[in-house]
Nanobody, 126 residues
Framework: QVQLVESGGGLVQAGCSLRLSCAAS????????MGWFRQAPGREREFVAA????????RYSDSVKGRFTISRDNAKNTVYLQMSSLKAEDAAVYYC???????????????????WGQGTQVTVSS
């Protein structure tokens, strides 16, 4: 069992940066690939980024590649999403997710993740 708690959301101006954190409890964090997803009002949930268990492999959606960076600290049971050059279209509720004991290709499908946080709101003003 993994429990996930996101933090770090808020209101920022376009072009600014924000760092989201996701703290995990439970004993399987280090064996879980982690992902960030987001959902804007009236839109489907979409993949943002994912990171392997070791942190050595990452994957991004085309819409955030080059602007967002996912990282993790297994000693702190925390995964981060550093967001830079934020745009109005980045505004959404951001969720972190964990997929336990699966190695290999980083999943972009939310259906393949086992555990989810409650989400944190990111609002971008233009």
């Amino acid at each position: 069992q993994v429990q996930l708690v996101e933090s770090g959301g808020g209101l920022v101006q376009a072009g600014c940066s924000l760092r989201l954190s996701c703290a995990a409890s439970g004993r399987t964090f280090s064996t879980s690939m982690m992902g960030w997803f987001r959902q804007a009002p009236g839109r489907e949930r979409e993949f943002v980024a994912a990171i392997s268990q070791s942190g050595g492999v990452t994957r991004y959606s085309d819409s955030v590649k080059g602007r967002f960076t996912i990282s993790r600290d297994n000693a702190k049971n925390t995964v981060y999403l550093q967001m830079s050059s934020l745009k109005a279209e980045d505004a959404a509720v951001y969720y972190c997710a964990a997929r336990s004991n699966v190695y290999g290709v980083l999943s972009q499908s939310g259906n393949e993740y086992d555990y989810w946080g409650q989400g944190t709101q990111v609002t971008v003003s233009s």
